[in-house]
């Protein structure tokens, strides 16, 4: 996940924030991920992506703000791209 987070967040800053990996925009951190004791989660900190992907969302297991994936094969790759590709062009709000 880092890979593609550094691939696709070009002009974003990879820091460490709350123990994970978070990419940052003029100090505003909008993407973060962790692997926790029962899944892997991806924090999406945009509300206007996350409102703009609803519907490819709406099957997913998602809290607030964050992505949880069960096991590492799990992770939905394609849909992780997509989201840092609709994160990347511009800044937004965060939650």
Do not use: H, N, W
């Not at 519907?55 to 590492?72: I, S, T, V």
Request: glycine residues 8%; aromatic residues 8%.
């Amino acid at each position: 996940m880092r890979e593609l987070c550094r691939a696709e967040l070009t002009g974003f800053t990879e820091v460490m924030a709350y123990g994970m990996p978070a990419y940052e925009r003029d100090g505003v951190a909008e993407i973060a991920f962790a692997s926790q004791k029962q899944y892997i989660s991806f924090c999406l900190m945009r509300g206007d992506v996350q409102d703009a992907f609803a519907e490819r969302l709406a099957g997913q297991d998602m809290g607030k703000g964050c992505l949880r994936f069960c096991k590492p094969e799990r992770v939905d790759l394609d849909l992780v791209r997509d989201l840092l590709r609709a994160t990347a062009p511009a800044p937004g709000q965060v939650c």
